[in-house]
């Protein structure tokens, strides 16, 4: 975000520096230098991709050109540089100002040290040599002691209310560019006007500092040309600058975090766009902070700014397909309005769901990286053409939908070496098919009582193996089962509709995205029984879950019985039970 930007190394610039003062003494005939507190000028600023990046700490050549741009007055300083600095160097003039104000100094062997990172007690020294009214206190550091090199100058700052009093200091810690600014800020007797901040259009829009940062106004302040009144005894800022960014318009992603850039080439805040909502820092906000740190966290270590929107969105659904595992949990109640967000946030959390908690998942992946991406539960198609609720995500850009599937590209990959391309395909491109649910509920069929024999068949069937403690729900198979089109049809249960047979009973479980079905048949004959039994061998589909499926169908004849049986644990448990019992 820059407006007035200095040299590249200049970016991180905040304040000059000393040497301890036993190498870097003031030069008692300098003349007196003096800040800039009349103009409140942008005496700092932020990178290109906008942040200020507040932990960082600054080196002694960005110090002397910040602070070298605050003097009031300059000095004529003609003694050669140290020797390492060049004269074309960036920094160069500002090390002639203000070692000509004596505020620092080389080194013994004739080198300033450009690159050197300066700590708190440097800093500190370097404020105590401007003039100032020397004021005492009792307060003091336990980790400064009379001893210390920097004792006199702490104790300044101190007593000058330009540093809080506490038990420790850290003399020798870096200095961050937010402790600085807040420092310098007190120096010049400047004071973010909070009220024009929160309520103006312009406001500076930093993606790495929210508004709680406990040096957010200091570096607003800091980092906007503005006018003000000092009238009622508080800075009112009266006009300021409105900052631009270098970001092109569009959605970028810094940290992890999502923003947006208008065409105006601000960032964007406290709106929609879309359905994804920015709050007032700008930041992309899903309602759930835990989410927003699981997302922010997995897009950091994926994404890079400098990848395209597509390129983007293939990582995170690569990250998807990748990361993430199947765990027959159970469908989601998908008429709460939040169960995308709630299944999400357990799929970043356990990286372990079914085909909801993939959909939710990856959704939210899409929308971190700046798509409107949407989860939705309904029917998936197999290749075989079995029908199952299932969910994907869909995403429609440029006008066009499209439809996302990492769940069945990793778990058919990974257990039944079956490779599918699921990104992004238009509906009816992909192998697989995908069914939205109808808007409207439709009528429901007539119900087939369940044929009480072949229900207690199946009784016995499970005998002590219920299918893994989870219920089970049984259903009337019929001829002509699913020709009204509003019941599911026998072709889910047999993969075939023309098998005619006199009544039958399905067992299946209740949590659909587990795999697990035993199908009984009765037919007029053993012959019939036999044949149909044949023909079923072909025909099921083990897969027709479409999240998971079993490995094998079993399907047997017991005179004019055919039992099914879908089941990969007990699978050969219950059909021992069949020929035991038919």
Not at 111 to 132: C, D, G, M, Y
Not at 399 to 411: M, R
Not at 500 to 524: C, D, P, Y
């Amino acid at each position: 975000m820059m407006k007035k930007r200095m040299t590249a190394g200049a970016l991180a610039a905040l304040m000059a520096a000393s040497l301890p003062i036993t190498a870097c003494a003031a030069q008692n005939s300098a003349p007196q230098p003096q800040l800039n507190t009349a103009e409140h000028m942008q005496y700092m600023n932020g990178y290109t991709d906008g942040t200020f990046r507040p932990d960082a700490s600054i080196t002694r050549a960005e110090a002397s050109k910040l602070l070298a741009s605050l003097l009031v007055n300059k000095v004529e300083n003609e003694d050669h540089l140290f020797n390492d600095v060049s004269v074309s160097a960036w920094y160069a003039d500002a090390v002639r100002q203000m070692t000509g104000f004596g505020l620092v100094n080389g080194y013994t062997d004739g080198t300033f040290k450009p690159n050197a990172k300066i700590t708190r007690a440097e800093f500190v020294a370097i404020l105590s040599r401007f003039p100032h009214t020397d004021i005492g206190t009792d307060k003091s550091f336990a980790d400064v002691p009379r001893t210390n090199w920097a004792y006199n100058a702490v104790q300044t700052a101190l007593a000058q209310g330009w540093i809080s009093a506490g038990t420790n200091f850290r003399p020798n810690a870096p200095i961050t560019r937010a402790e600085t600014v807040t420092i310098l800020n007190r120096v010049l007797g400047r004071q973010a006007d909070e009220f024009t901040i929160n309520t103006s259009e312009g406001i500076r829009i930093m993606p790495d500092v929210p508004n709680t940062h406990w040096a957010y106004w200091d570096m607003l302040e800091a980092t906007t040309d503005h006018k003000f009144d000092k009238s009622s005894g508080s800075e009112q800022w009266t006009s300021f600058d409105k900052e631009t960014t270098d970001l092109t318009p569009g959605w970028h992603n810094i940290g992890g975090k999502l923003f947006h850039v208008n065409e105006d080439k601000q960032f964007d805040h406290d709106k929609f766009i879309g359905s994804l909502e920015l709050d007032h820092n700008g930041y992309y906000i899903t309602g759930s902070t835990e989410l927003d740190a699981l997302l922010a966290s997995a897009v950091k270590s994926i994404v890079k700014d400098s990848m395209t929107q597509q390129q983007k969105l293939r990582a995170v659904y690569d990250y998807a397909k990748n990361t993430f595992g199947y765990l027959g949990i159970g469908a989601a109640d998908t008429s709460k309005s939040d169960w995308a967000l709630t299944s999400a946030t357990d799929m970043l959390k356990t990286h372990k769901g079914n085909c909801y908690s993939w959909a939710a998942g990856f959704t939210y992946l899409a929308r971190q990286v700046g798509f409107d991406a949407q989860a939705i539960p309904g029917t998936g198609v197999s290749p075989k053409g079995s029908e199952s609720v299932h969910a994907w995500t869909e995403i429609t850009i440029d006008g066009t939908a499209y439809t996302f599937d990492p769940q069945i590209e990793s778990v058919y990959k990974k257990r039944y070496n079956e490779n599918y391309d699921l990104f992004m395909k238009k509906y009816g491109e992909a192998v697989w098919g995908y069914k939205k649910p109808e808007v409207t509920e439709p009528e429901q069929p007539e119900t087939v009582k369940v044929d009480e024999q072949l229900s207690a068949l199946v009784s016995k069937i499970y005998g002590a193996r219920p299918f893994g403690g989870m219920g089970v729900a049984e259903e009337a198979l019929y001829n002509g089962m699913g020709e009204d089109g509003m019941s599911r049809g026998l072709f889910w249960y047999l993969g075939t509709d023309d098998i005619k047979f006199e009544a039958g009973v399905a067992s299946e479980s209740m949590i659909t995205s587990q795999a697990h079905s035993i199908v009984v048949l009765r037919f007029a004959d053993e012959k019939q029984a036999a044949d149909a039994a044949a023909k079923l061998k072909t025909t099921v589909d083990p897969r027709k879950w479409i999240c998971v499926g079993v490995d094998e169908a079993k399907v047997v004849s017991k005179g004019k019985l055919v039992c099914i049986v879908m089941d990969d644990e007990n699978g050969d448990y219950y059909i021992n039970n069949f020929k035991a019992n038919a």
